[in-house]
């Protein structure tokens, strides 16, 4: 009986073992999971990044005046579409600013402006766009804002 018994709380510690072991796995491969969403989604953003530099250099330029251009930078505004809403199948998100104010956490200063008409920390011009998951922050938005 007593031999019963220390074979099955064996049993018993090789199971939890097991479990413990099975657990740090399933966790490592989720983190392993999620820092591959955040590197491919960092990868798509440089590329919408791209594709919105190419469509304001064309508009500062004044080729949006010219037909070939405009047709060019409106199937170029189809894949930018089209890969914004690749990352939102993912949860991605572009940060947005509903009252135009600075978001601590969320944004990365790298200018600053007086302007006695506007409020403090009121934003002047986003940069770069900054891209969320959830709560966390995949890349800070870089942008201007006022300081009086």
Same mark, same amino acid.
Do not use: M, T
């Given at each position: 009986m007593k031999e019963s018994i220390?074979?099955?709380e064996q049993l018993i510690i090789q199971n939890l073992q097991s479990n413990s072991l099975l657990?740090?796995?399933?966790?490592?491969?989720?983190?392993?999971k999620h820092d591959l969403l955040k590197e491919v989604s960092?990868?798509?953003?440089?590329?919408?990044?791209?594709?919105?530099?190419?469509?304001e250099w064309v508009a500062e330029n004044d080729f949006d005046k010219v037909e070939e251009a405009r047709k060019t930078v409106?199937?170029?505004k189809i894949v930018h579409r089209k890969l914004l809403g690749l990352l939102k199948s993912y949860g991605v998100t572009k940060i947005e600013f509903?009252?135009?104010?600075?978001i601590v956490g969320l944004c990365d200063v790298v200018e600053t402006e007086a302007d006695s008409n506007r409020k403090n920390d009121e934003i002047i011009s986003v940069i770069r766009n900054g891209y %969320? +998951?959830?709560?966390?922050? %995949? +890349?800070p938005a870089q942008i201007i804002v006022v300081k009086n």
């Open positions: 220390r074979e099955l657990k740090n796995e399933v966790e490592q491969k989720e983190n392993e960092l990868k798509i953003i440089d590329v919408i990044d791209s594709f919105e530099n190419s469509a409106s199937k170029f509903p009252d135009n104010r600075l %969320i +998951r959830g709560k966390e922050l %995949i +890349r």
